[in-house]
């Protein structure tokens, strides 16, 4: 099994256009630039785009120095906005064949997963609430600097 990195595309997308509204990099946001930094073909960006811009949080404008901006300020888009954009999928799933209701683990298992699932799925939305584009990118910055002092 693999997770879904759709959610974490997002947020590297939505953090280097951020990174570029900034001023520290005069790079125009194009999905080819962008997928320099996640290191994946532009085509992969440009769906995460669509996701993103269907949701309302990037908006693209055309000519010379076009690209992808953001719809708002980068303290002002939540992992929980993101996560939602990206389909706010549940975190787990039931089995694919309902259990042996004959049984007793069988018949109670799915009311009770349901529950934890349900409350591991608000305590995610929770913690991606409380965290910005803006968290990400001060904290991305720094690990790079920190790396750099090292080096």
Request: with cysteine; glycine share 6%; proline share 3%.
């Amino acid at each position: 099994m693999s997770a879904n990195s759709r959610m974490s595309l997002a947020v590297h997308v939505l953090t280097w256009i951020a990174f570029d509204r900034r001023g520290t990099d005069k790079e125009i946001a194009t999905s080819a630039r962008i997928a320099t930094s996640v290191n994946t073909n532009p085509v992969v960006i440009r769906r995460s785009l669509g996701e993103l811009r269907k949701a309302g949080l990037v908006q693209a404008t055309r000519g010379r120095d076009g690209g992808w901006t953001l719809t708002r300020d980068a303290a002002d888009i939540t992992l929980l906005d993101v996560y939602l954009a990206v389909g706010g999928e549940p975190i787990f799933a039931m089995h694919t064949t309902p259990p042996d209701a004959e049984c007793y683990v069988g018949f109670g298992i799915q009311p009770v997963l349901t529950r934890v699932y349900a409350d591991a799925t608000a305590s995610l939305c929770s913690t991606l609430k409380n965290t910005t584009i803006a968290d990400v990118l001060r904290d991305a910055v720094a690990e790079y600097a920190a790396n750099a002092a090292v080096s």
